[in-house]
């Protein structure tokens, strides 16, 4: 069980910080927000490939979009936060019937099956966060 009040293992977000984070950058490959950030070909090829192992995503990794301070709460509860993040994964799905890539703000372009790897990743690393895996 997370509520607002759930503690971290490392980082500042508490437990509904944590959801709407993870909502945010469903939204960003969902096309909702533009990470308009630039990533050179050169960085996306030499970070991409990442995607494609079994590592994890680092403790204290930061995208450059990020504030140093978690957002302000978006909603009034947990619950509504986390009815917000079964949306954005709805729109994701439904995003990529007819779009072919969006830019992550790191790893650069990423097509349906990268932005797939990716939320593994970053769901994993939050849970973690959170003692939920």
Not at 65 to 78: A, H
Request: without cysteine; proline residues 4%.
């Amino acid at each position: 069980m997370i509520d607002k009040n759930s503690k971290p293992i490392f980082g500042k977000m508490n437990g509904q910080q944590m959801i709407e984070h993870l909502s945010f950058l469903l939204q960003i490959s969902n096309g909702k927000v533009a990470a308009d950030y630039y990533v050179s070909d050169e960085k996306s090829a030499r970070r991409k490939p990442f995607l494609n192992t079994e590592g994890e995503l680092q403790v204290g990794f930061k995208a450059p979009l990020l504030s140093e301070e978690p957002n302000d709460l978006k909603f009034n509860s947990v619950g509504e936060a986390i009815n917000d993040l079964f949306i954005q994964i709805d729109d994701f799905k439904i995003h990529f019937e007819t779009a072919k890539a969006e830019n992550h703000p790191f790893f650069g372009e990423l097509d349906y099956a990268y932005w797939q790897k990716f939320h593994v990743k970053h769901f994993t690393h939050h849970f973690k966060q959170f003692g939920l895996v």
